[in-house]
């Protein structure tokens, strides 16, 4: 199993272009989440989705869209590239939790984005 | 809203000290509260997790946390620090809903020989 791989490794932009991050999971999980990691800030929620074809903002949604086609994949988009956009991005997947329940949340390696 | 606060962003200990990592939470349900490590150039992974079924968590890699709720503190500690517990170390609480979390700031641990 490969568990929880991104795409790209490493981007750099320039201001105003956009580009897509690919998120894959082979856990067969229903929760995908993207965050971002900034120095001092921890990792801060996006967006997220519980199941194929719905998705929803976490806490820093401005500026990204997502989409959850198909349930292994989560895509992660940037229409305008921004500098405050830099930052280190990490996707995670899980099993569906409930107010009784949590299921541990896999980490990606990340994606190290640089938008000058 | 629950959050978390870490104090101190890096921490230097020599190698065969004690580890202590400082986690509060705040919270306004009993938590779930975990910490995660996340070595150079890689993703976080968990150490361990607290889901209120004993106060006193044991994890990977001889770290262990205990819950103490009257201080609303979740610290990591670890007997003897090893060269190989160099990494940045994040405290998260679950939010009351789902499986979402919210992390604190991270305290990057350097152990010097």
């Known amino acids: 199993n490969a568990g929880v791989t991104q795409t790209p490794k490493f981007r750099v932009l320039k201001t105003g272009q956009s580009m897509t991050l690919l998120c894959a999971q082979d856990?067969?999980?229903?929760?995908m989440y993207w965050y971002r990691q900034d120095p001092g800030m921890g990792l801060r929620l996006i967006h997220y989705?519980?199941?194929?074809?719905?998705?929803a903002k976490g806490e820093v949604p401005d500026g990204y869209n997502v989409s959850r086609l198909k349930k292994q994949n989560f895509l992660l988009g940037l229409e305008s590239a921004a500098p405050s956009q830099t930052s280190v991005y990490f996707c995670?997947?899980?099993?569906?939790?409930?107010?009784?329940?949590?299921?541990?949340?896999?980490f990606g390696p990340g994606t190290r984005l640089t938008v000058l | 809203a629950q959050s978390v606060t870490q104090l101190g962003s890096h921490v230097s200990v020599s190698e065969g000290a004690l580890v202590l990592l400082r986690c509060n939470y705040s919270?306004?349900?009993?938590?779930?509260l975990f910490w995660y490590v996340q070595y150079p150039n890689q993703g976080l992974q968990l150490l361990l997790k607290?889901?209120?079924?004993?106060?006193l968590v044991k994890g990977i890699n001889g770290f262990e946390a205990e819950f103490k709720k009257s201080e609303t503190s979740f610290h990591l500690t670890k007997p003897s620090a090893h060269m190989s517990d160099a990494a940045e170390y994040f405290c998260?609480?679950?939010?009351?809903?789902?499986?979402?979390?919210?992390f604190g700031g991270g305290t990057r641990v350097l152990v010097k020989p």
């Open positions: 856990m067969n999980h229903e929760y």
């Open positions: 998260a609480v679950r939010k009351a809903a789902g499986n979402k979390l919210t």
């Open positions: 989705s519980v199941g194929e074809g719905t998705t």
């Open positions: 607290y889901t209120s079924a004993a106060t």
């Open positions: 995670a997947s899980s099993y569906s939790g409930t107010s009784e329940t949590y299921n541990e949340q896999f």
């Open positions: 919270s306004s349900v009993p938590p779930y």
